[in-house]
Nanobody, 113 residues
């Protein structure tokens, strides 16, 4: 069993940056695919970014070129660097463990002037 804890969310002005972290603990395979998703009020959850076991990445169209997903397997942590944030990025951000469809509790990101 794996537990995921997201951190790094908060309030940021448009054009600003944040880096989210997702730390894994418990019993799990250290090297599996990991994803970041987000859900805004009244909207369905959407895929933001994914990173494979080999480190290859893919992004949703709305964030490509602005967000970067990365991982540090030695620390059992996945990151999401978010740049050029705009109000449409406001959402709760979740990480997901691909080995068992396990989700973290989410971290709130609010982009507002």
């Amino acid at each position: 069993q794996v537990q995921l804890v997201e951190s790094g969310g908060g309030l940021v002005q448009p054009g600003g940056s944040l880096r989210l972290s997702c730390a894994a603990s418990g019993r799990f395979f250290s090297i599996v695919a990991m994803d970041w998703h987000r859900q805004a009020p009244g909207k369905q959850r959407e895929l933001v970014a994914t990173i494979s076991t080999s480190g290859s990445t893919a992004y949703g169209d709305s964030v490509k070129g602005r967000f970067t997903i990365s991982r540090d397997n030695a620390k059992n942590t996945v990151y999401l660097q978010m740049n050029s944030l705009n109000p449409e990025d406001t959402a709760v951000y979740y990480c997901r463990y691909g080995g068992g469809n396990v989700w973290g509790q989410g971290t709130q990101v609010t982009v507002s002037s």
